[in-house]
């Protein structure tokens, strides 16, 4: 069997190359994505950065602790315990102590991430200056790199100042320091301070004051952006999972694609073995052995693959930012052995269906079938098909009647498409018939008789037909799918700010920035208007008595809020909102009106809360609402403004800008207020989808472009016929090429449907959860890959034809081979 087996691999090299590329370039993104995950997996610590040279930091509490009958929960909180004045008294007596406030800076031609600090506080970087000298008054300041120099000033948020030096940019930060009595004046409350004394002495006096004691590398808790690699490995994570996940099931569909059509070529092949005295056994074994030897070459030239593309996607990711800049690919070899075996298994799975095939006919039946394309739809393969609809069918009740919000997440809308893939490329030959009638009708009605043609070998040849439109339905589906579920569940999240919003104006911030009292006292001195300040905050809850759960939040005074305001409401009045409520939505595990909830504040102080109101679930973006007495440590970040009825909206609005003009803060009309915060995917999510979609569509080029070579040299025979019937050279290649458009176009057609199918899902699931929108389909993206898909049938169909027709028409009619 092995010799035979190897002998049709060498006669027939040309049918495995589909398969084989298609496994190699999915064994490499095994590799490359077990390479990556392993390297992540040795994050290296990172040292101190912002007080590297500081010998003891003093830091409020920034992590709320809660104890559980099975062990400790924690949270970070967003707002940490400022360090309280009579610990820094205690503090001072032992050395000198710094106070460190961080504050955001706004400047029009600066950086958009300038963050301020009080000038003291440089040293312990350590930060030296460059040139000019240290700010002594409050308009000065230092600037961190060479963005400006000193002499020229910059008008802020926080009014205008002259740089008087710089300092060299250390890669962390871009930072501008202030005099310390301005610094404490924009940033009244310090978390945390630099203190110049014994470590053991400090940690004496602070016992039990609240707050923690840094020393050498702890010393990192006190940097801002201590999460930053936990958050970028863990997007990495789920970027690399989601790829794998996609390549193995496209590389099992296309596998299983390319050995059932062999198969199927080979019936007069196998029946002559069976003949010739072959068992079905034996038969079997040969179509395995076939698939063993190429998932075996194909996986190591896979795993030579990834070892040469894994360094060079990780510099590339560290270049692009999604990844730190110490990410570097390691030299486990755990990920080669699990593409290999992986890929080997992909192989043998996907000619499992293929091989069964080729060896439960009897000799007199492969013969009599050999040349005749019926009995395509098996019962199995009926029954599979119809038991992944219905899964797919009550998976989706269950999740509509259950969590609707469940088939809005990212593993949920990349994973459905994948049932309802697979689920219609079993069912494709009784579906392709009725799609090939649909999209022929037209032109099977048009003069002449190549319409007609085109759609009856369409139709005659079922088996080809539904494996050329197999790989265009992955793409077109898959393509529909995963960015439609992103621009659809994108277009429902603008849908609710623009229904909830019913302020004419809205006045933002600068980023990481807050409004003072004095810009808030002017904007509600405007006359003829209602102004409600608001302020981004959060709140824990502990569920089930072992989870705490965290729910963003906004604080906000009851009575504006509802003048500004329009919250979806389940039940309850916004106007009962006060300092002893708060109002939930229906995802909190207590949401009955009248209930007390006990909760965590967002600076670690716990309160019980009476339930004054709850608000439908919508796309996760309906957080809790408190007062302003509940949130503290949060700044006023938005203020809703809505004029009096009949007042002039081009005078408020000039008004407006005049009480803010030293602000920093930006005014927008509600249209463009909702233009402005439009949802976007992330860019981690974007490049995952991207590389997703590139997967998908370099696999329906191989599939295809193996699918239609092998197909159109099967009829070599059936080109020859039509010569003879009187057909010259070029309208035979123009009826080749019109049958594989065709093709393409059923396979576009059922990836529609297939997308259509998952985006109602979803649709389904925000209209439960009280949002009503618009699906939103890819068109330029599907029309893009449906182009794409069309271009290399064309071409894969009419070269191996025009060299076809290049025989003797009498000669090719005599022998199909």
Request: aromatic fraction near 6%; charge should be positive.
């Amino acid at each position: 069997m092995l010799s035979v087996a190897l002998r049709t691999l060498h006669t027939r090299c040309a049918t495995f190359v589909g398969a084989f590329v298609a496994l190699s370039l999915g064994v490499a993104l095994l590799t490359v994505m077990g390479l990556a995950l392993d390297s992540s997996s040795d994050a290296p610590g990172r040292k101190p950065e912002r007080f590297a040279a500081a010998p003891v930091v003093v830091k409020g509490t920034d992590t709320l602790r809660v104890s559980t009958p099975i062990g400790e929960r924690t949270q970070r909180l967003a707002h940490p315990r400022a360090v309280p004045i009579e610990t820094v008294l205690k503090l001072k007596e032992l050395g000198t102590v710094v106070q460190d406030r961080t504050f955001s800076v706004s400047a029009a031609d600066g950086p958009g991430n300038l963050v301020g600090h009080p000038w003291s506080v440089a040293a312990f970087a350590p930060y030296e200056i460059t040139a000019g000298r240290a700010p002594k008054t409050a308009d000065e300041v230092v600037v961190s790199g060479d963005w400006s120099k000193p002499g020229e000033r910059f008008r802020t948020g926080r009014g205008t100042v002259r740089v008087v030096g710089t300092v060299a940019d250390r890669g962390f930060e871009n930072a501008v320091f202030y005099t310390d009595s301005q610094a404490a004046r924009l940033s009244p409350i310090s978390v945390q301070s630099a203190v110049d004394a014994d470590a053991a002495a400090v940690r004496k006096a602070v016992r039990g004051e609240g707050v923690e004691v840094l020393t050498g590398d702890a010393r990192r808790r006190a940097d801002p952006d201590l999460d930053r690699d936990r958050e970028a490995i863990t997007a990495m994570t789920a970027l690399f999972g989601t790829a794998g996940g996609v390549s193995a099931f496209v590389s099992v569909f296309v596998v299983a694609s390319t050995f059932a059509f062999t198969v199927a070529q080979r019936r007069r092949e196998f029946g002559l073995l069976r003949t010739a005295g072959a068992t079905p056994g034996q038969i079997r074994r040969i179509v395995f052995t076939e698939a063993l030897v190429v998932g075996v070459i194909a996986s190591i030239a896979g795993c030579l693959l990834g070892s040469y593309g894994a360094p060079r996607l990780a510099s590339w990711l560290v270049d692009g930012g999604l990844a730190p800049s110490w990410y570097t690919i390691g030299n486990s070899t755990w990920p080669y052995h699990l593409a290999f075996w992986t890929g080997l298994l992909v192989a043998l799975c996907g000619v499992v269906a293929a091989s069964w095939r080729a060896g439960r006919t009897s000799p007199t039946e492969a013969l009599h079938d050999a040349s005749v394309d019926s009995g395509v739809m098996t019962w199995g393969r009926l029954l599979s098909g119809a038991a992944l609809l219905l899964t797919a069918a009550v998976t989706l009740g269950m999740a509509l009647s259950g969590d609707p919000s469940e088939l809005l997440h990212r593993k949920s809308y990349v994973s459905r498409p994948m049932l309802l893939i697979t689920a219609f490329a079993f069912l494709a030959p009784i579906v392709v018939r009725p799609s090939i009638r649909l999209v022929a009708w037209l032109p099977a009605r048009l003069p002449g008789a190549g319409g007609m043609l085109v759609c009856e070998n369409a139709a005659a040849g079922v088996r080809r037909t539904a494996a050329i439109a197999a790989p265009v339905l992955v793409t077109v589906a898959l393509s529909g799918s995963l960015l439609g579920a992103t621009a659809t569940l994108n277009r429902a999240k603008a849908t609710e700010t623009r229904t909830q919003t019913t302020a004419a104006f809205v006045i933002t911030a600068a980023s990481g920035a807050g409004f003072d009292e004095v810009t808030l006292t002017r904007l509600r001195a405007v006359p003829g208007v209602t102004v409600s300040p608001t302020s981004s905050t959060a709140v824990h809850v502990m569920e089930d008595g072992v989870a705490l759960v965290r729910s963003e939040a906004r604080s906000a005074e009851p009575g504006l809020l509802a003048a500004t305001t329009r919250l979806p409401l389940a039940s309850g009045k916004v106007s009962d909102l006060d300092d002893d409520s708060i109002i939930v939505n229906e995802e909190w595990q207590r949401h009955t009106v009248g209930q007390r909830v006990q909760v965590w504040l967002d600076d670690g102080t716990r309160k019980t809360l009476r339930i004054a109101a709850v608000m439908t679930t919508g796309t996760g973006n309906n957080g809790a609402y408190v007062t302003p007495r509940n949130a503290p440590g949060s700044s006023v970040d938005r203020v809703d403004v809505t004029p009096a009825t009949g007042a002039d909206a081009g005078s408020v609005a000039a008004e407006l800008r005049a009480a803010m003009r030293d602000s920093g803060g930006r005014l927008l009309t509600k249209a463009e207020w909702v233009r402005a915060t439009y949802p976007e995917t992330d860019p981690t999510t974007r490049l995952g989808l991207m590389l997703v979609l590139g997967i998908a569509l370099v696999y329906t080029g191989i599939s295809l472009a193996n699918t239609m070579v092998m197909a159109t040299s099967d009829r070599v025979r059936d080109l020859a016929v039509l010569r003879l019937a009187g057909a010259t050279r070029w309208q035979a290649l123009r009826l080749v090429g019109a049958e594989a458009l065709m093709v393409v176009a059923v396979g576009a057609l059922l990836g529609l449907l297939v997308a259509g199918l998952d985006l109602a899902g979803m649709w389904g699931a925000l209209g439960l959860l009280s949002v009503w929108t618009s699906l939103e389909l890819p068109w330029a993206v599907i029309g893009a890959a449906v182009a794409a898909c069309a271009l290399l049938a064309l071409v894969a169909s009419v070269v191996p034809a025009w060299f076809a027709l290049r025989r003797r028409a009498v000669e090719s009619a005599a022998g199909r081979e």
